[in-house]
């Protein structure tokens, strides 16, 4: 069990959302880095999509009021015991009673989750767990976590997974690799002017201070605005070209319609890398067709698998090695 002493910017628990009620106007919402999320709760052994803490940049503080397993997911954002003992990402760590968790804060990432055994234990509304980030101040769709919070795993005193550590090397995070953060173009990119479409793949932009879990609004010269178009619906990876000519990539809490042109949408298998993107990042996007887009997800959910093969294996020789030294 842990206590929450300071939520940092942003605490909240998250799990995989709420697909299929944007007719509704609910958006997805949901872990902003599903891979990272995916990685805390494969090597906690929790359910795929059990609920998970979801920690913003840094500045937060939890204390271990019982004895518990914490795998840690996403990005280094410094995680470390009070006694300065580093808790790495991508493993699993056994954490005392009386103990404190700080995030001191990473050179790179946004986010990083925390993983409990069996998953975290919440409540539900509308099917999931998700704390919907605009909402919080109201306890619309969840509630931002606050101090003396306390979050419990489904499974207290279950210890097995400690020592579990990511097999990077089969599955590295999307943000760990180099390179342009793909896109389709289209719907509306024929509503754009010739330069807008020409200028968004060619721009290195910047992520502005007003990146957050409902967009991230991209500062460089502004290109072509197209016409405003009756509202339409609108994805988490849609890039909008608002009058301004500063485009929006809009995220997992973002709106489920908008009226401005989209030039291209974030593809499934780069969604992680938008969950990393953090305040004063370059970003730059390359185009890519739809089959290109089906096989990466394809390609990434192959290495995914693998590395969750591997991480059972690990624990399988595990138990077997206990067994024995017993």
């Known amino acids: 069990m842990l206590e929450v002493v300071d939520p940092g910017p942003l605490l909240t628990l998250q799990d995989a959302g709420r697909p299929g009620l944007a007719h509704l106007g609910v958006p997805p919402s949901g872990a902003a880095d599903p891979f990272g999320f995916a990685v805390a709760n494969a090597l906690i052994g929790a359910p795929a999509g059990a609920p998970a803490l979801e920690v913003t940049l840094g500045g937060a503080e939890l204390l271990v009021v019982e004895t518990c397993a914490v795998a840690i997911g996403g990005a280094d954002l410094g995680a470390q015991r009070d ?22 804060g990473g050179a790179s ?8 055994a069996g998953g975290v234990a919440a409540a539900r509304v509308l099917g999931s767990a998700s704390t919907w980030a605009p909402g919080t101040a109201h306890g619309v769709l969840g509630t931002a976590l606050r101090p003396a919070d306390r979050i419990l795993p489904a499974r207290p005193g279950d210890l097995e997974t ?36 020409e200028g968004f793949p060619t721009t290195d932009w910047q992520a502005s201070a007003a990146t957050d879990r409902m967009g991230i609004r991209l500062e460089g010269p502004p290109l072509p605005p ?11 990876g849609a890039v909008q070209v608002p009058p301004d000519g500063r485009p929006l990539v809009l995220f997992v809490d973002g709106p489920t319609i908008g009226g401005y042109p989209v030039i291209g949408v974030v593809p499934r298998a780069d969604l992680p890398r938008l969950g990393q ?18 096989a990466a997800w394809r390609q990434a959910r192959g290495r995914f698998e693998t590395a969750l093969r591997a991480l059972a294996a690990d624990a399988v020789w595990t138990r077997l090695e206990d067994n024995a030294a017993g």
Request: net charge neutral; hydrophobic share 40%; charged share 25%.
């Open 83 to 104: 006694d300065g003992r580093r808790l790495a990402a991508g493993a699993v760590h056994r954490l005392p009673s009386g103990a404190h968790i700080r995030f001191e």
């Open 109 to 116: 990432g946004m986010r990083a989750y925390l993983g409990l």
């Open 162 to 197: 400690c020592g579990r550590a990511w097999p990077a090397d089969l599955a590295p995070h999307p943000a760990a690799i180099a390179g342009s953060i793909r896109f389709v173009p289209g719907p509306d990119d024929e509503r754009l002017p010739a330069g807008a479409r």
């Open 226 to 236: 197209g016409e405003e178009l009756l509202s339409h619906p609108v994805v988490p």
């Open 277 to 294: 993107v953090r305040p004063g990042e370059i970003l730059r996007f390359e185009a890519q067709d739809a089959d290109g887009a089906r």
